[in-house]
Structure formats: C-alpha cells, structure tokens
C-alpha cells in the first residue's frame, strides 16, 4: 500500500446509468481497519532500515507481494504473524506518530470520511514507551493526518479503538487506559489476537468496568471461532458490534423447497443480532484469507455477506488490514458490487450502516449521515463522483 490512489468504478448507476461510478470519490466510514495493518511497504523498509531489521524483501513492490503470499493461507494464527514485521517497526514515538499520519493520509485518499483505526498499545512497549506514551503518540499522527487531508480540500475524522490482546492478562488495564484518553481521541474499546481459545469472559472485569464507564465496546468475535465466540462476545463482553461476525451464519438455516422459494430460519443468537441491529463489521477479503468462511467455500461469492444483508443484518464493508489484503475500502465494495451485482444505492446503505454503528455521539451520527447522502445523491444524479479520475 502506498501514498497512490486507485478508482474503482462501478458500472452503472443514477439518471446516467451508462457511466460509471467512481467508488473511490464517494464518502465512506470505515470501522474495521487496524494501524498495524496498514503500513506502507516504503514506510516498512526505511524504518527497518534504521533500526537494522532484516526484511523479507528489498524494495516495496516485492515486500507486497512477500504480504500477499504470507497472508493467503486461509487461516487466521498463519496471517497474524505477519505482524511481527509491522509491529517490530513501531516502538518508538515518532514511528508511531509517521506511521499513525500516513495511514490517516491513505484512507482521505480512498474517499473515507470517517474512520476508526484500532490497535493494541501493549504491542508497542519494547522501547520503553509507557502506555499512555504511545497512545498520545499515535494522536499526534492521526491528527497531523487529519490535518492533511483537510489541507488537500477534503472532510476526514477519525478515532482511535484502544485494543486489549485476549491471549495477555491485561484486558482492565488496557480498558483503563481507553477510558482514561476517551476526551483525547480514543472513542472505544476493543479486544484482538488469536479467538479460538480466549473468549471475551476472560476479560469480565475489563467489559464490567467498560459499562461502567460508559465506554463503547467492539470484540472480535465469529471470525476463528463460531457461535459460542459471538454469544460470548454478546453478554459477557457487552459488544456493540461484532468485528468480522459472519460465523453468526452458523446459526442460520436455510432449505431449498423448490427452484423459486427458499425458506430461511434464524437461531436465538442470529435473531438477537438482527433484532438488535448489532453491526457486522464484515471484510470480505480478510475473510476468505483467514478461513472464517471456509465452511461456505473458498471464492468470494461463497461469503455469506449478501445473505446477511438480503436477510436485514446491520452488514458493514471493511478493510480490517489493507497491507495483508492490498485493498482499500473502495477495491472492498467494488468486490462485492462486482459478485453480488450490488449499485450505488447498496454502497450507500453500507455506509449509512457503518454511519449508524459509528462510536460517534448521535448527532455527530446523523451530521455524517447526511454527509453520505448528499454524496451519493451528487454521484447518482450525475453532478460528481463518475467516471475515471
């Protein structure tokens, strides 16, 4: 991933809908997308180079593809370890601060107008950086980003979820922490790492003080493991969305009566999901390389994802690590209009879901909404947002 913008066009679309729409102009929230996974190879290289770190690779094109290879194993504990390398560069504070204003730089440059960027700031410790050290230091660089962005003309906000590894012992200090910075740019809470095996009750207290204080909570949950994780991350974690969630299709049953009717039957925790409108924060690509849909196959029109959404689920599109996907949020939608035969009028939906499940006060929810609107009503009667760039 680099500082280069890539459209991505949508074909059809509004009062003109021989012309293409460009994806990559329209505004868009992102909520699933970590720092230690959206490094530029460049930046990687230089600051290994600084430090003496070895790299797999010499120059950014094969390091991405090095990435590529790494990360399309299908199973989740193989792709995390390519965080060794991004996060082996991320100990001081001003590789921090670079690192966190690039990644803010990129996602204004994908059209996102809204993102939360989560990561673990117990991972960043090695050089001696406190914890509340490394979470001002990476504040620093979003709002640095942020200022960027708006310099180039375009809107951008962003906050940071403060990640707690469920494999560690930290999960109420790590919560503490994200109270403690909650009025200095952290908006919630998170937890990451390795699922199968760590379900969110090992972190009771952290989840019980985080209600307490009123602290917005997202958890990993229903991508490496399945029913018992969500329902897990439901009640004792107090989730307010689902990072990835689609393993919730494991409570889903469908039957084929005949070639035109399919009746469909929701389970307890599937109802309860929808019901409550608890967002997905789906990422489609991630998802075929972790294996979390490997049950429904292996190809993108296997993901459950436009089930979720033909069945009403609060379905949100993302990223989750675009170095070890080489995506962005635009190449995302344009994935799924391109299998699903989605339109602008879908994209726009996934937006106002992403809008709606934002950790934002409710009338900073409503003023993006409007945003997304006024934006995709521009791209479909045809005034902005079509064609090449």
Known sequence: MNS????????????????????????????????????????????????????PADDPDSLQD???????????????????????VMQSQENLARIAREFVQDLGADGVVYGEIRWAPEQHLTDGLTLDEVVEAVQEGLDA???????????????????????LDRGLEIA????????????GFDIAGPEDGFPPSNMQAAFDYLAREYMPRTVHAGEAAGLASIEDALFAGRAMRLGHGVR?????????????????????????????????ETSPSSNLQTGAIAQWGSEMIDHPFDLLYQLGFNVTVNTDNR????????????????????????????????AGASFLSIEDREDLAVQISAGFGQAESGHAGFGPA
Not at 181 to 187: F, Q
Not at 251 to 274: H, M, N, Y
Request: net charge negative.
């Open 66 to 88: 090095w990435f590529d290879e790494s990360c399309d194993s299908g199973e989740l504990v193989a792709y995390l370890k390519t965080f060794d390398l991004t996060i082996a």
């Open 248 to 280: 919730i299709t494991e409570d889903i049953q469908t039957e084929r009566e005949d070639d035109e009717s399919t009746f469909v039957t929701l389970g307890p925790i599937a109802q309860w999901v929808k019901d409550r409108e608890i967002a997905l």
């Open 145 to 167: 980003g942020v200022a960027d962005v708006r310099a180039t003309g375009k809107q951008i906000r962003v906050g940071q979820l403060v990640s707690a590894m469920r494999h």
């Open 323 to 354: 170095l070890m996907s080489h995506t962005t949020l635009s190449r995302e939608l344009a994935l799924l209009a391109e299998t699903f035969g989605y339109d602008i009028a879908d994209l726009e939906v996934f937006q106002l879901n992403a």
């Open 176 to 187: 503490q922490l994200a109270v403690r910075h909650r009025d200095r740019g952290v908006v």
């Open 4 to 55: 280069a913008r890539e459209d991505y066009l949508l074909s059809g679309g509004g009062a003109n809908n021989s012309v293409p729409v460009n994806i990559t102009a329209l505004p868009k929230v992102s909520l699933h997308d970590h720092l230690d996974g959206g490094l530029r190879p460049s930046t990687i290289l230089e600051l290994a180079g600084e430090i003496g770190l070895t790299t």
